[in-house]
């Protein structure tokens, strides 16, 4: 259907068949409804991009809140002697991951090797973003040992993952730093 068909089509009905309505506050804290309309989605996107920029050029955000930062995540604090620290109610001790550091939900695992396949390694694949893929991470310090046990993928195909047990459901990864290419897997948690 070309665009003057689909604009012949739409010509009886209200909108067109591509819109969005969105609220906005200026800095004098009054509200605004905007409502932007295209015929295909390629043009509105960036009809929305184009509008958010202008509104926040002059001062703009998002009716009735500022934009809030991600919520923080938290892991058990450790002492010099690697013990978890708890506090006089023998509650865990808990601090925000340090900078560069993420949860993940763990997708899945399997046995892996290297090229020469002359090491084995578990590896851990996750649902987000920047660490998804269907080749996951090595774990160079597994939280189980079964893993040996499990199948290699056939060569150049796609591993069959082994489901997470829930206690393994979520892995904190650290950035790669300095001059390092990889992830680090730091630890598996409920």
């Known amino acids: 259907m070309t665009i003057e068909e689909t604009k012949q089509y739409f010509e009886n009905f209200p909108e067109a068949p591509a819109s969005d309505t969105f609220r906005w506050s200026d800095p004098q804290g009054f509200e605004h409804m905007l409502t932007l309309r295209a015929w295909h989605i390629k043009p509105l996107l960036k009809a929305i991009g184009e509008a958010q920029a202008e509104i926040l050029v002059a001062g703009g ?13 938290t892991v058990q604090e450790r002492g010099d002697d690697g013990l978890p620290v708890i506090d006089g109610e023998g509650q865990p001790v808990l601090i ?18 290297n090229k020469d396949k002359t090491k084995d390694f578990l590896k851990v694949v996750v649902e987000e973003k920047p660490y998804s893929g269907k080749y996951g991470h090595p774990v ?3 939280p189980f040992a079964e893993w040996k046990t499990w199948p290699y993928p056939a060569d150049g195909a796609a591993p069959g993952l082994f489901a997470a047990d829930p206690k393994y459901g979520h892995v904190v990864i650290r950035d790669p730093e300095g001059d390092g290419k990889f992830p680090e897997i730091v630890e598996f948690r409920e």
Do not use: C, M, R
């Not at 955000?61 to 995540?73: E, I, L």
């Not at 991951?97 to 892996?112: D, S």
């Open 140 to 142: 160079f310090h597994p």
């Open 96 to 113: 925000a991951l340090p900078a560069n550091t993420h949860v993940f939900t763990v997708k899945g695992f399997y046995h892996g090797q």
């Open 61 to 73: 955000k998002p009716a009735g809140q500022s934009v809030k930062p991600a919520p923080v995540a």
